[in-house]
């Protein structure tokens, strides 16, 4: 936890949505560390200001560091410098394309204003949610207005605190990025491979595996005869791969999951207690905990154009900026035999896919999607 790395030993961590998972996981790693948390719920969800007003009175020091729950940054370096400076400051990050993100304008080692998505370029300086503030924030916060959005957003809190004569000063962090879209949990993911300099097994590897280049296999794990890995990789507690499986680069598989026969896994993201059956090939992709896909699924993670791959995100398709890319499956779902998902598509939790069906679009969560492409929600 890079909070340990600076020296931090206390936090509050705001949750919402499934925050008995994330008290559950937050609480194992803090005790393993030492680190004193408590938390906060935030329900409704009303936005970055409102959820910072409720953790500020469980606070215990005039001055404290804020960190968005949704980004990645490499190193500890910035929380680091945070520590070590006095007064506001907001972190940011240099972008190609600013235009989703809050934009950070600044003057002489000042911010002067930040704007939350933009309709025209002010700067390619983005917020990077990572913060240092004084506890003067918390009469801003009560009097924080909801944006056009319907959220009470910290930017506007911060850019009322400017208005008012409060310096901010900024910080510029590298190795940053946003994991605001599906896609981002891929790219996140390649990121701390990267590290992975080395060949750790502990698991059982039977007689005519090939395994090169830097690769973790956790204790309990069975590697199968002709099996073929390529690192940087990382085969979880429990997992069984094989026979005859192709792990390519950066392809995670965590506890408890089953790779089959003859199985090819390519720079994704398996979660817990996957079931992949044999003949399937999984490209560029996220298969969520609990799913099940049936024997010749094919997650597609290239366009028949060879043109970059859009999502649907919240209900607009999105430039992914990837040529290659998957699917995205969520929690518990089933395929049948022979299923063939497009990429970019994505595929709700608890829904099953009948056998021989192409998946050409989302499919929302606790739906049937059976021949000739007829939908049907489950209840």
């Known amino acids: 936890m890079k909070l340990y790395d600076v020296g931090i030993r206390r936090i509050v961590v705001v949750v919402g949505y499934m925050g008995d998972k ?11 560390l030492g680190i004193e948390c408590e938390f906060v719920s935030q329900d409704p969800p009303l936005g970055t200001a409102h959820a910072l007003l409720n953790a500020v009175p469980y606070v215990k020091s005039d001055e404290f560091i804020t960190i968005y729950g949704d980004i990645y940054f490499k190193s ?3 929380l680091k410098d945070l520590t070590s400076c006095e007064g506001n400051v907001v972190s940011v990050s240099e972008v ?6 809050g934009v950070v304008v600044v003057s002489e080692g000042r911010v002067i204003k930040i704007v939350e998505k933009p309709k025209e370029y002010l700067s390619n300086y ?3 949610g990572i913060y240092r503030f004084t506890k003067d924030i918390l009469r801003f916060l009560e009097k924080t207005e909801v944006s056009v959005r319907g959220e009470y957003e910290l930017t506007s809190t911060i850019q009322s605190m400017i208005d008012n004569g409060i310096e901010f000063k ?3 962090i590298n190795g940053w990025l946003d994991v605001g879209r599906p896609w981002s949990l891929i790219e996140v993911n390649k990121l701390e491979l990267e590290s992975v300099n080395t060949q750790l097994i502990k698991g059982s590897v039977e007689g005519g595996v090939t395994i090169k280049g830097p690769v973790i296999i956790e204790e309990g794990a069975e590697i199968l005869s002709g099996t073929y890995i390529v690192g940087p990789a990382y085969i979880g507690h429990g997992v069984t791969v094989g026979p005859n499986a192709y792990i390519r680069p950066y392809t995670v598989v965590l506890d408890n999951s ?3 026969f003859n199985v090819e896994v390519k720079e994704s993201i398996i979660m817990e207690n996957v079931h992949i059956s044999h003949q399937s090939y999984v490209g560029d992709s996220v298969v969520c905990e609990g799913s099940n896909l049936g024997a010749g699924t094919i997650l597609a993670n290239l366009r028949f154009d060879e043109k970059t791959v859009k999502v649907r995100v919240k209900g607009v398709l999105e430039d992914s900026g990837r040529r290659k890319l998957g699917a995205f499956i969520g ?10 998902v497009f990429p970019g598509v994505k595929i709700g939790a608890y829904s099953w896919i009948y056998p021989g069906v192409v998946v050409t679009d989302d499919v929302p969560p606790r739906s049937i999607l059976k021949y000739n492409g007829v939908l049907v929600s489950m209840y």
């Open 258 to 260: 089953r790779v089959g």
């Open 22 to 32: 994330v008290k559950s996981f937050v609480e194992g790693l803090c005790s393993n």
């Open 96 to 101: 190609k394309d600013p235009s989703r993100y």
């Open 331 to 340: 929690g518990y779902v089933r395929t049948g035999v022979n299923v063939s």
């Open 76 to 78: 500890s370096k910035i």
């Open 170 to 172: 900024y910080l510029v």
């Open 126 to 128: 983005v917020n990077a």
